[in-house]
Protein backbone atom coordinates (compact mmCIF):
# COMPACT_ATOMS: atom_id res chain seq x y z
CA UNK A 1 0.00 0.00 0.00
CA UNK A 2 1.42 3.49 -1.16
CA UNK A 3 1.92 5.90 1.79
CA UNK A 4 -0.20 8.57 0.19
CA UNK A 5 -2.64 7.34 -2.62
CA UNK A 6 -4.00 9.93 -5.52
CA UNK A 7 -5.65 9.23 -8.52
CA UNK A 8 -3.88 9.97 -11.79
CA UNK A 9 -6.84 11.08 -13.44
CA UNK A 10 -7.19 12.98 -15.80
CA UNK A 11 -10.22 14.58 -14.24
CA UNK A 12 -11.50 16.49 -16.52
CA UNK A 13 -14.49 19.21 -15.65
CA UNK A 14 -15.75 22.23 -17.43
CA UNK A 15 -15.14 25.79 -16.73
CA UNK A 16 -17.14 27.00 -14.06
CA UNK A 17 -17.46 23.46 -12.77
CA UNK A 18 -16.28 22.25 -9.13
CA UNK A 19 -13.19 19.95 -9.70
CA UNK A 20 -12.90 17.54 -6.36
CA UNK A 21 -9.58 15.92 -5.85
CA UNK A 22 -9.17 12.66 -3.27
CA UNK A 23 -6.26 11.72 -1.23
CA UNK A 24 -6.10 8.66 1.19
CA UNK A 25 -3.29 8.16 3.39
CA UNK A 26 -1.47 5.19 5.62
CA UNK A 27 0.14 6.56 8.10
CA UNK A 28 -2.91 6.87 11.23
CA UNK A 29 -0.06 9.15 12.82
CA UNK A 30 -0.16 11.84 10.45
CA UNK A 31 -0.56 15.54 11.19
CA UNK A 32 -0.24 17.90 8.40
CA UNK A 33 -1.49 17.59 4.97
CA UNK A 34 -1.06 19.62 2.02
CA UNK A 35 -1.98 20.49 -1.53
CA UNK A 36 0.36 21.50 -4.03
CA UNK A 37 -0.21 22.43 -7.93
CA UNK A 38 2.33 21.52 -10.58
CA UNK A 39 2.03 23.57 -13.88
CA UNK A 40 3.46 21.47 -16.26
CA UNK A 41 7.53 22.28 -16.91
CA UNK A 42 7.63 24.03 -13.23
CA UNK A 43 8.05 23.01 -9.47
CA UNK A 44 5.24 22.21 -6.86
CA UNK A 45 3.50 25.55 -5.37
CA UNK A 46 1.68 25.06 -1.75
CA UNK A 47 -1.92 26.12 -2.58
CA UNK A 48 -3.48 24.95 0.49
CA UNK A 49 -2.34 23.32 4.15
CA UNK A 50 -4.87 21.39 6.82
CA UNK A 51 -4.18 20.38 10.16
CA UNK A 52 -7.47 19.48 11.79
CA UNK A 53 -10.28 18.02 10.99
CA UNK A 54 -12.71 19.51 9.14
CA UNK A 55 -12.83 22.11 6.34
CA UNK A 56 -10.66 24.82 5.83
CA UNK A 57 -11.44 27.88 2.95
CA UNK A 58 -8.55 29.88 1.19
CA UNK A 59 -10.88 31.79 -1.74
CA UNK A 60 -12.15 29.08 -4.37
CA UNK A 61 -10.34 26.27 -2.70
CA UNK A 62 -11.64 24.09 0.12
CA UNK A 63 -9.32 21.34 1.68
CA UNK A 64 -11.24 18.57 3.78
CA UNK A 65 -10.01 16.70 6.15
CA UNK A 66 -11.06 13.29 7.77
CA UNK A 67 -8.39 11.83 9.76
CA UNK A 68 -10.46 8.70 10.92
CA UNK A 69 -10.75 8.13 7.50
CA UNK A 70 -7.58 8.75 6.41
CA UNK A 71 -8.56 11.04 3.56
CA UNK A 72 -8.24 14.48 2.38
CA UNK A 73 -9.68 16.37 -0.29
CA UNK A 74 -9.42 19.79 -2.46
CA UNK A 75 -12.45 21.40 -3.72
CA UNK A 76 -11.75 23.92 -6.17
CA UNK A 77 -15.12 25.85 -6.98
CA UNK A 78 -15.52 27.44 -10.45
CA UNK A 79 -12.65 26.03 -12.24
CA UNK A 80 -10.88 27.91 -14.81
CA UNK A 81 -8.49 26.83 -17.57
CA UNK A 82 -5.78 28.41 -15.22
CA UNK A 83 -6.38 25.75 -13.07
CA UNK A 84 -5.31 22.57 -14.86
CA UNK A 85 -2.42 21.30 -13.91
CA UNK A 86 -1.59 18.66 -11.57
CA UNK A 87 -2.53 18.75 -7.77
CA UNK A 88 0.22 16.52 -5.27
CA UNK A 89 -1.29 15.84 -2.05
CA UNK A 90 1.43 15.57 0.90
CA UNK A 91 1.16 13.96 4.13
CA UNK A 92 3.69 14.62 6.85
CA UNK A 93 3.68 11.34 8.76
CA UNK A 94 4.62 10.12 12.18
CA UNK A 95 8.32 10.31 11.46
CA UNK A 96 8.38 14.04 10.70
CA UNK A 97 9.01 13.31 6.57
CA UNK A 98 6.67 14.39 3.85
CA UNK A 99 5.68 12.26 1.49
CA UNK A 100 3.77 12.88 -1.91
CA UNK A 101 1.07 11.33 -3.51
CA UNK A 102 2.15 11.03 -7.49
CA UNK A 103 -0.95 14.01 -8.03
CA UNK A 104 -3.98 14.06 -9.68
CA UNK A 105 -3.82 15.67 -13.20
CA UNK A 106 -6.64 18.00 -13.88
CA UNK A 107 -8.12 19.57 -17.09
CA UNK A 108 -10.77 22.15 -17.04
CA UNK A 109 -12.72 22.80 -20.23
CA UNK A 110 -13.74 25.65 -21.77
CA UNK B 1 12.27 38.61 -2.33
CA UNK B 2 14.20 36.02 -4.34
CA UNK B 3 13.49 32.45 -4.71
CA UNK B 4 15.27 29.22 -3.87
CA UNK B 5 17.87 29.14 -6.32
CA UNK B 6 19.03 25.80 -7.77
CA UNK B 7 22.50 25.55 -10.33
CA UNK B 8 22.92 23.92 -12.68
CA UNK B 9 19.10 24.15 -14.49
CA UNK B 10 20.63 21.56 -16.96
CA UNK B 11 22.91 18.58 -17.23
CA UNK B 12 24.13 15.74 -18.58
CA UNK B 13 26.29 13.06 -17.37
CA UNK B 14 27.32 9.42 -18.65
CA UNK B 15 27.06 6.40 -16.10
CA UNK B 16 29.73 6.23 -13.74
CA UNK B 17 30.30 9.53 -13.22
CA UNK B 18 29.26 11.92 -10.34
CA UNK B 19 27.47 15.03 -10.24
CA UNK B 20 26.73 18.12 -7.37
CA UNK B 21 23.65 19.91 -7.39
CA UNK B 22 23.75 23.11 -5.23
CA UNK B 23 20.99 25.10 -3.99
CA UNK B 24 20.73 28.36 -2.12
CA UNK B 25 17.09 28.67 -0.04
CA UNK B 26 14.93 32.06 0.83
CA UNK B 27 16.81 34.64 2.85
CA UNK B 28 15.83 33.49 6.40
CA UNK B 29 15.28 30.30 5.41
CA UNK B 30 17.00 27.44 7.30
CA UNK B 31 15.92 24.05 6.22
CA UNK B 32 16.31 22.49 3.10
CA UNK B 33 14.72 19.58 2.00
CA UNK B 34 15.47 17.54 -1.66
CA UNK B 35 13.24 15.61 -3.66
CA UNK B 36 13.85 13.01 -7.02
CA UNK B 37 10.84 13.95 -9.51
CA UNK B 38 10.60 11.50 -11.92
CA UNK B 39 6.92 10.57 -14.10
CA UNK B 40 6.35 6.79 -12.90
CA UNK B 41 7.34 7.65 -9.34
CA UNK B 42 6.52 11.31 -8.38
CA UNK B 43 8.13 13.04 -5.99
CA UNK B 44 10.36 11.14 -3.60
CA UNK B 45 12.14 12.44 -0.51
CA UNK B 46 16.25 12.14 -0.94
CA UNK B 47 16.75 14.48 2.68
CA UNK B 48 16.29 17.66 4.89
CA UNK B 49 18.94 19.48 6.42
CA UNK B 50 18.03 22.04 9.13
CA UNK B 51 21.02 24.19 10.79
CA UNK B 52 23.62 22.10 9.19
CA UNK B 53 22.27 19.30 10.61
CA UNK B 54 21.02 16.39 8.22
CA UNK B 55 17.24 15.80 9.94
CA UNK B 56 15.90 13.03 7.96
CA UNK B 57 16.37 10.87 5.26
CA UNK B 58 14.63 8.91 2.21
CA UNK B 59 15.42 5.27 1.24
CA UNK B 60 17.88 6.43 -1.25
CA UNK B 61 20.72 4.37 -1.68
CA UNK B 62 24.56 5.92 -0.06
CA UNK B 63 25.74 7.03 -3.40
CA UNK B 64 22.91 10.54 -2.75
CA UNK B 65 24.88 12.73 0.10
CA UNK B 66 24.51 16.11 1.12
CA UNK B 67 25.33 18.93 3.28
CA UNK B 68 24.18 22.20 4.53
CA UNK B 69 26.39 25.23 5.04
CA UNK B 70 26.54 27.59 7.36
CA UNK B 71 24.31 29.98 5.25
CA UNK B 72 22.18 27.54 4.95
CA UNK B 73 23.33 26.96 1.33
CA UNK B 74 22.73 23.13 1.07
CA UNK B 75 24.45 20.74 -1.90
CA UNK B 76 23.29 17.25 -3.11
CA UNK B 77 25.79 14.55 -4.87
CA UNK B 78 25.38 11.65 -6.94
CA UNK B 79 28.37 9.52 -7.41
CA UNK B 80 28.46 6.52 -9.46
CA UNK B 81 25.99 7.67 -11.57
CA UNK B 82 23.09 5.03 -12.92
CA UNK B 83 20.64 5.53 -16.03
CA UNK B 84 17.87 6.00 -13.78
CA UNK B 85 19.40 8.70 -11.73
CA UNK B 86 17.82 10.97 -14.93
CA UNK B 87 15.54 13.06 -12.79
CA UNK B 88 14.42 16.44 -12.20
CA UNK B 89 15.97 17.24 -8.69
CA UNK B 90 14.20 19.76 -6.49
CA UNK B 91 15.20 21.83 -3.72
CA UNK B 92 12.81 23.01 -1.12
CA UNK B 93 13.40 25.32 1.73
CA UNK B 94 11.18 26.06 4.91
CA UNK B 95 11.52 28.92 7.16
CA UNK B 96 11.80 28.09 10.81
CA UNK B 97 11.16 24.22 9.56
CA UNK B 98 8.91 23.95 12.97
CA UNK B 99 5.90 22.52 10.28
CA UNK B 100 7.41 20.36 8.15
CA UNK B 101 5.48 20.51 4.62
CA UNK B 102 5.37 24.47 4.17
CA UNK B 103 7.93 24.56 1.34
CA UNK B 104 9.24 26.82 -1.04
CA UNK B 105 10.58 24.87 -4.31
CA UNK B 106 13.13 25.48 -7.00
CA UNK B 107 12.82 25.50 -10.38
CA UNK B 108 15.09 22.19 -10.01
CA UNK B 109 17.79 20.94 -12.09
CA UNK B 110 17.53 17.98 -14.90
CA UNK B 111 19.83 15.56 -14.79
CA UNK B 112 20.27 12.97 -17.66
CA UNK B 113 22.26 10.06 -17.35
CA UNK B 114 23.62 8.59 -20.82
Known amino acids: QKEVEQNSGPLSVPEGAIASLNCTYS??????FFWYRQYSGKSPELIMS????GDKEDGRFTAQLNKASQYVSLLIRDSQPSDSATYLC??????????FGTGTRLQVTL | KAGVTQTPRYLIKTRGQQVTLSCSPI?????VSWYQQTPGQGLQFLFE???????NKGNFPGRFSGRQFSNSRSEMNVSTLELGDSALYLC?????????????FGEGSRLTVL
Open chain 2, 49 to 55: YFSETQR
Open chain 1, 27 to 32: DRGSQS
Open chain 2, 92 to 104: ASSQTGRVVGELF
Open chain 1, 50 to 53: IYSN
Open chain 1, 90 to 99: AVTGTASKLT
Open chain 2, 27 to 31: SGHRS
